[in-house]
Every structure is written in structure tokens, then in C-alpha cells.
């Protein structure tokens, strides 16, 4: 059976030193959730990451406010311990930088203070088609699990699988 055109990759490429970096935000920024963008290229159903970009947890109120009604909640009254966000003019400056480098953002990362690896009604409500969204398990201030997420042509999770090459 063939693949709707849009159906999402499913293995993302990363190497040692990319893993490290999202683990040491995920523990720097615990107990509260870390958060940032992945840029490289997406070829066929595999997506290659090339830079792990750090950015700032803009969880508030104002994001809160913003946030109403998602999913049909009523208010997201999380904190930065349970929720993050990244601000919209980061992720156009981040945007930018990619293309003038020839690259995508291919996805988000972000971290579950003593919770698992796996993503949150939110997190799906929230998320878009083509990206994958590393989920890095932060237990006790240690990170303990990183999985990748992609969305389905049905809008639900399904696991990427994550291949870490050897530096060369």
C-alpha cells in the first residue's frame, strides 16, 4: 500500500554529541521543562539532524492565555515544570537561519521532568505534520530516556526511530 503524499518520516538521524546536548539542556533546565529547535534536511522518510538549537522555555501567562481552548481545555494553567513554549519570533529567527543555510527545522525537543518519554494530549494538540518531537524522560534531575515522536496522517503519535551515527 502506498503512502499518503504527507504522511510524516519515520527515522530520524542524529549523532553522540546532538543527544548529549539535548540530555544537558533537559538536566540544566530541571525541574522544569527544557525546550528547543532541530534543523537539517528531510530526504524521502528519513530526516538527518544537523544542529540542535537550545532556546528559552517562554512558558507564562500570556502563553497560557494563548493556549486557551486547545484541545478543548478550558484554561492551560500549567507551569514551566508541565508545559513549554517557544516564543514565535525565536522560531522565525531560528526559520531564517535555516534557510540561509540551506536547512529545515525538522522538529522540537523538549523535556518531561519526572515523567516519561512520551508526548501529552497537549503535546499532540499542538504539534504540526513533518516534524519530530524528541521527548527527552528527565527522573531526579537525570535524563533517563529520549524517544522521537512524529504525527501520523491521523494526527496521533507514533514512534520515530532514532538512529545515532559515530562521529567521524
Known sequence: MEKPEHFPTNLVKVNADQVQAMNTHAETTYPEECCGLLLGQIKGEVKTLVEVIPTENA????????????????????????????????????????????????????????HPAI???????????????????????IASDLRSWTLDHHHQFQPEEILTEAIL
Open 59 to 114: 512558558w507564562d501567562t500570556q502563553a497560557a492565555e494563548a493556549f486557551q481552548g486547545v484541545n478543548g481545555s478550558q484554561r492551560q494553567s500549567g507551569t514551566k515544570r508541565n508545559q513549554f513554549s517557544i516564543a514565535p519570533e525565536v522560531m522565525l529567527q531560528v526559520q531564517k537561519q535555516a534557510r540561509d543555510r540551506e536547512l529545515d527545522i525538522i522538529g522540537i525537543y523538549h523535556s518531561h521532568p519526572d
Open 119 to 141: 508526548p501529552s494530549e497537549f503535546d499532540r494538540a499542538i504539534a504540526w505534520q513533518r516534524y519530530s518531537y524528541i521527548i527527552i524522560s528527565v527522573q531526579q534531575g
